[in-house]
């Protein structure tokens, strides 16, 4: 691959649709996911103009007057990493409150404004955000998936399709991020992730927090790294450092914040009372997970246990990634009780439609597997839309009502 190949970002027809109605769409997510890029694509064809807050001479000027700055601007705006000048959002309210026309401003940034309530509050009402991730698998196919479609509707048929076996591995590995993928070799990309971190934290953590140990930052996301896929331990997490829980756990939070990592909740129903309520911890994405824990592909299938997490975690970022994309909202959530009996990845859409997803790196699926997907059937009765064991083998096939074993390239190649 190389730097000029441009993948089809599924989250385009979202934004358009959002600018034609919305005063201000902020989207966002992890530097180097392919904002900037979405957002020059979609705004140069409007005519809107480019402004970046990575300049520092434009930074400076937005801080030192913000009212100012943002009155300056033309009416159809893009600012780029908009989280580096935080005052605007209130300047950027003032002007909407004047112009209410849709599209005004087109934001992006690497941080989760979500995580910062005072400014996703300024622009209440005012405000559509839309989450960018890494590429998909499906983007990287350059086709449309209907593999939610499919889980939600219980309509999987009976069909073969080629292991995927070592090119698993690989498509773990290699992540989701342009920038990496366009790297010629797996150790070139390696190297990439690495540097990512190193200038992440150097950058946007030293704008959203003032942290005297930076240099713990890196080593905690290793060790996240380590757990992924597991439920969220601090205390394993605070072990090698001389830093207490409570401060782990905000570095852990700030880490969200740059989306680095999620803490995945834990499901939870009045009909089930022993349930475990941890979260679990999922890194932001798995090229990013491999890199920091030093495997390539060979190693990867060589270590089952790693390869298991990791996927899970594939698993998990592809649907994430995937329902970014879909009209209705879907909360995603764990399912574990404390007779061990667990669902990996616990969708809910809208609401009132549940479905689970399990996840096998295993070539092979016995009944066993869907012991926690038919606890979450019971549990949730009409509610429950279907369930789905996804594993590295050739066949779909039914294991029950609205119970499937489905191969895992289903996740991207099912159209």
Known sequence: MNDAVLYPRFARSRLKEALADTPVVLVHGPRQ????????????????????????????????DPVGFVADLPEHT????????PGLFTAIKTAVDRNRAPGRFMLTGSANVLLVPRLADSLAGRLEILRLHPLAQSELARQAPRFLEALFGATF??????????????RIVAGGYPAALARASAKRRTAWYRDYVETLIQRDVRDLAKISALDTLPRLLQLAAGQTARL??????????????????DYVTLLERIFLLERLPPWHSNRLSRLVKTPKLHLGDTGLAAALHGHDAPAL???????????????????????????DAIAFHHFRDKDGAEVDIVLERGGHQVAGVEVKAAATVTLADFRGLRKLKAATGQRFAGGVVLYDGETSAGFGEGLYAVPIRALWEMT
């Open 232 to 249: 969220l331990n601090v205390a394993d997490l605070a072990a090698p450092f001389q830093l207490s829980r409570p401060t782990i756990r």
């Open 157 to 170: 048929t009976v069909r073969r399709a080629e292991r995927l076996g070592a090119e698993l591995a690989e």
């Open 33 to 64: 996911c392919g904002k900037t890029t979405l957002a020059r694509q979609v705004g140069d064809a409007a005519g809107y103009t480019y402004v970046s807050f990575d300049d520092d001479v434009t930074l400076a000027a937005a801080k030192a």
């Open 301 to 327: 299938v060589k270590d089952r246990a790693t390869l298991g997490q990791l996927l899970e975690t594939f698993v998990y970022q592809e649907l994430r990634r995937q329902a970014s994309w879909q009209d």
């Open 78 to 85: 893009v600012l780029d990493e908009v989280q580096r000048a």
